[in-house]
C-alpha cells in the first residue's frame, strides 16, 4: 500500500502501459515521493470528499511519460504528481480543486481543461514543505497544444 486508500497496483497502472508492454515500476526514491503525495495531499482530500475518488495517473516511467506525449519535467516520472477524477460522485473535480488550493500544501495544482465551472480532472503534486510553491494553474488547449495559465 502506498496509503490507507492507493494500493501499489492503483499507483502504478496505466492502460497504456499494459497496451505496450512498458513496466511502469518506480525506484525507491519515486516511491517514497508517492507516499508523500499521498499523504499530504490524497488522504487528506479524502476525508474531506467522504469516499472513493479516482486515480487517473500517478506514477509514470520515462517510457510511459514519453508514450503518452507527457511533458519532458513531468512530477508523475518522480512520483510527485497524482491526476484525481471525481468518477465516483462524492465531490466535483472543481470542489476537489479548491479543497486543496484553500486547505492543503501543494506545489503545483492544475485544473485540466473542462469548463470555467468544472475541470476535467485535478493534477496535484507535493515536493516538501520547504519546496513546495502553491503553484495555481488552469490548462487550456490552443492551436492544438496546451498551454498554461496562472488562476
Not at 482530500?45 to 487517473?56: A, F, Q, S, T
Request: glycine share 8%.
Amino acid at each position: 500500500m502506498i496509503s490507507k486508500h492507493i494500493s501499489y497496483k492503483e499507483g502504478v497502472y496505466s492502460n497504456t502501459a499494459t497496451r505496450l508492454g512498458i513496466e511502469n515500476t518506480p525506484d525507491d526514491d519515486q516511491l517514497n515521493n508517492m507516499v508523500k503525495v499521498a499523504e499530504e495531499v490524497f488522504e487528506p482530500l479524502r476525508v474531506y470528499v467522504g469516499g472513493p475518488i479516482k486515480v487517473n495517473s500517478f506514477f509514470r516511467c520515462l517510457e510511459l511519460n514519453t508514450a503518452i506525449g507527457g511533458s519532458r519535467t513531468s512530477q508523475h516520472m518522480k512520483g510527485q504528481a497524482i491526476d484525481l477524477d471525481d468518477t465516483f460522485g462524492h465531490a466535483t473535480n472543481a470542489q476537489m480543486y479548491n479543497f486543496i488550493k484553500d486547505n492543503l500544501d501543494f506545489d503545483q495544482i492544475i485544473w485540466e481543461f473542462g469548463d470555467d465551472d468544472n475541470p476535467n480532472w485535478v493534477h496535484v503534486s507535493y515536493v516538501s514543505p520547504e519546496e513546495n510553491r502553491g503553484r495555481c494553474l488552469k490548462a487550456y488547449r490552443k492551436e492544438g497544444k496546451t498551454k498554461y495559465m496562472v488562476i
